[in-house]
Antibody
């Protein structure tokens, strides 16, 4: 059974660093892109970026490029989302999701399994 | 980058009725690279439809996806109480980033 388990809720202050994780099970971690999707309070879904655990290739949304680092560790089947200096506007729920596609190398597709989400609260 | 606009923002219907949710792309797309998701409060999104009209595993045939040009539609027939939620469309093109619409809230009338 496919499962994506995310880290618990985090509370930080502006300027602090944070790294959250998404540990997967039930499928071959290195064969699918993993995406990170943000949902700010009361708002919609925002695609942040993806990582391909097979070779650690990453792609970012232009809106988030340079603000976060997405990575993966194939020895532990875990994907990560990391901030070097949080801002209040980073407050939200962060979901990881497994990407499916007809052509894996492209890096776009639909998302069939999702983690439960990690609530991140950043106070100013 | 494709922008998706969903309408209406809120749709108020009664159980048993049919819901029609729209998602319009900002420009024409070569293929129907559209997915639909359902999200309930406090939960992660759930995949309903991909490739425009293919139902995901376990999704009942009351959920139908279709497209005409740049307009994509999710139709839910015979609304059940469990269907009232927020629905998002998503476009996945020839290269990242993937994009989501802003969502349609389906509420009980």
């Amino acid at each position: 059974e496919v499962h994506l388990e995310q880290s618990r809720a985090e509370v930080r202050k502006s300027g602090e660093s944070l790294k959250i994780f998404c540990q997967v099970s039930g499928y071959t971690f290195t064969s699918h892109w993993i995406a990170w999707v943000r949902q700010r309070p009361g708002k919609g879904l925002e695609w942040l970026g993806i990582v391909y655990p097979g070779d650690s290739d990453t792609r970012y949304s232009p809106a988030i490029q340079g603000q976060v680092i997405i990575s993966a560790d194939k020895t532990t089947n875990t994907a990560f989302l990391e901030w070097g200096g949080l801002k209040a506007s980073d407050t939200g729920i962060y979901f990881c999701a497994r990407q499916r596609s007809l052509i894996v190398s492209i890096g776009t597709g639909w998302y069939d399994f999702w983690g439960q989400g990690t609530h991140v609260t950043v106070s100013s | 980058e494709i922008v998706l606009t969903q309408s209406p923002g809120t749709l108020s219907l009664s159980p048993g009725e049919r819901a029609t949710l729209s998602c319009r792309a900002s420009r024409s797309v070569a293929r129907t690279y559209v997915a639909w998701y359902q999200q309930k409060p406090g939960q992660a999104p759930r995949l309903l439809i991909y490739d425009g009209s293919t139902r995901a595993t376990g999704i009942p045939d009351r959920f139908t996806g279709s497209e005409f040009g740049t307009d994509f539609t999710l139709t839910i027939s015979g609304l059940e109480p469990d269907d009232f939620a927020v629905y998002y469309c998503q476009y996945y093109g020839a290269s990242p980033p993937d994009t989501f619409g802003q969502g349609t809230k389906l509420e009980i009338k």
